[in-house]
Nanobody, 124 residues
Framework: QVQLVESGGGLVQAGGSLRLSCAASGRTVSRNVMGWFRQAPGKEREFVAAIRCLCGTTYYAESVKGRFTISRDSAKNAVYLQMNSLKPEDTDIYYC?????????????????WGQGTQVTVSS
């Protein structure tokens, strides 16, 4: 089992930036892919970005491509999401997730460990 803890959320004006962090602990050695999802109240969870832990290959949702960057620090067992040019529609709770599978997936069901989430609010 892997424990994931997100941090770095907050309130920012449109056009601003935030950097989310996800610290992993526990059985991290078997984790192949880390991802970020987001969810607004009453809506389904939405894929944001994923990264393959060993080689660093990334995959983004079209809505964030060119604005968000996912990265990892294997030595620290951490994953980051740099969010630039934020828009009010990026307001959500952001979740970190990990997967045993090697495929970069946008499907929620492929991720078996989740953090508690961190709130991001973008004001207009």
């Amino acid at each position: 089992q892997v424990q994931l803890v997100e941090s770095g959320g907050g309130l920012v004006q449109a056009g601003g930036s935030l950097r989310l962090s996800c610290a992993a602990s526990g059985r991290t050695v078997s984790r192949n892919v880390m991802g970020w999802f987001r969810q607004a109240p009453g809506k389904e969870r939405e894929f944001v970005a994923a990264i393959r832990c060993l080689c660093g290959t990334t995959y983004y949702a079209e809505s964030v491509k060119g604005r968000f960057t996912i990265s990892r620090d294997s030595a620290k067992n951490a994953v980051y999401l740099q969010m630039n040019s934020l828009k009010p529609e990026d307001t959500d709770i952001y979740y970190c997730a990990s997967s045993l599978q090697v495929v970069l997936s946008a499907q929620e069901r492929t991720y078996d460990s989740w953090g508690q989430g961190t709130q991001v609010t973008v004001s207009s």
